[in-house]
């Protein structure tokens, strides 16, 4: 079993690069195919893209941080960070 890597990054667009590389990084120790590699990269950036403009409104004195994680041949990835909560009614009304 590996132990989860761990990175922290600003609330700003231009992270997404240093995000993105930081995932490749992890990626190629892996043996995945760049198909399934480039489908984690992509929802790994939408899912930043909105945390950063979304939950900490691009406000580059907070951050965000991203967790890597491998066990059992499954890949998981976790964000956190202290931001907007996503209103509950507007999820209450997409599940209508």
Do not use: K
């Not at 892996?30 to 590699?37: I, K, S, T």
């Not at 984690?40 to 979304?54: G, K």
């Not at 491998?70 to 990835?77: L, Q, T």
Request: a negative charge; charged letters at 25%.
């Amino acid at each position: 079993m590996q132990t989860p890597e761990h990175a922290e990054f600003p609330a700003e667009l231009g992270s997404l690069t240093l995000l993105a590389g930081w995932l490749g990084d992890r990626l190629s120790a892996l043996a995945v195919d760049d198909e399934w590699g480039f489908a984690l990269d992509l929802a790994v950036c939408e899912v930043a893209t909105n945390i950063i403009r979304h939950a900490l409104h691009e406000d580059t004195s907070r951050a965000f941080s991203v967790e890597f994680d491998i066990r059992d041949h499954n890949v998981r990835v976790v964000f956190t960070d202290a931001g907007d909560a996503f209103p509950l009614e507007r999820l209450e009304a997409a599940r209508r």
